[in-house]
């Protein structure tokens, strides 16, 4: 939404957002990086650390096929209103649906939580919490938000869910810049020396800022970040409509 409101969309603008999709991703595997050292030393040997990465694999596929299926349905710009609107509304539902489970968590009425340990999971809970992240194609829609939500109303204590959401990142946010880059091969001109300082200032940025982020939520609900989404979807819904800010097309 602030690239659109800049009118920061060209090619520049776009390798702007791999740069810093790359530091969200790094920041991912830097915090989880001897749980993912022991996952790997162990596989050739151990059952759950073979289990444990084929449960990622089995969240991550019906997120990438129904991404590259739907992607320009997803990306398709709204001529007929303010770009960020679609968006905006994501952001209130998204806060809706986060209060509504904290809610539900609270009063005793969630699901009998069943796996304390993310070595327990069977496939099926990675497919139910792959199913929950696919919301996150909708533009607005938090993919965190989503499979962890979603894994605590299946059956997953907070921890797990939210530990098996940050593993889930690194193949989906990997995948995602990888892509992305490989689309943008010949627009390598906008990677400039003038557009380096700006690069590694998004860089540094993402990669802090999700960091703060990931530890946050470890050890937090989501009750303020739903209020967060509420409160700013309302604020976009409110400068769009009344016109007093255009957003470019």
Request: aromatic share 12%.
């Amino acid at each position: 939404m602030a690239g659109s409101l800049l009118d920061f969309n060209d090619a520049h603008a776009k390798t702007f957002d791999v740069v810093i999709q790359f530091g969200a991703i790094l920041s991912v595997c830097w915090e989880f990086r001897r749980r993912i050292g022991t996952v790997v030393s162990r596989l050739p040997s151990r059952p759950e650390a073979r289990r444990f990465t084929l449960n990622v694999i089995i969240a991550t596929i019906s997120t990438v096929v129904l991404g590259l299926l739907f992607e320009k349905a997803i990306k398709r710009p709204r001529s007929s209103r303010p770009v960020p609107v679609p968006v905006a509304f994501a952001l209130v539902v998204g806060g809706v649906v986060i209060l509504w489970a904290e809610a539900r968590q609270r009063s005793g009425g969630a699901t009998v939580t069943r796996v304390h340990d993310v070595d327990n999971l069977t496939p099926l809970d990675a497919l139910k919490v792959g199913l929950a992240q696919c919301f996150a194609l909708i533009p607005g829609m938090s993919r965190s938000g989503s499979t962890i939500i979603g894994g605590m109303l299946f059956g997953l204590d907070r921890r797990v869910a939210t530990e098996f959401s940050f593993f889930l990142a690194i193949p989906i946010i990997f995948g995602a810049t990888t892509y992305e880059l490989y689309k943008l091969y010949k627009d390598w001109h906008s990677l400039s020396v003038d557009a380096l300082g700006t690069f590694a200032i998004g860089f540094i940025s993402a990669f802090a800022c999700v960091l703060w982020l990931l530890r946050y939520v470890a050890a937090h609900d989501f009750t303020a970040f739903a209020w967060y989404r509420i409160g700013f979807g309302l604020l976009i819904l409110l400068i769009g409509y009344s016109g007093a800010l255009s957003w470019a097309d």
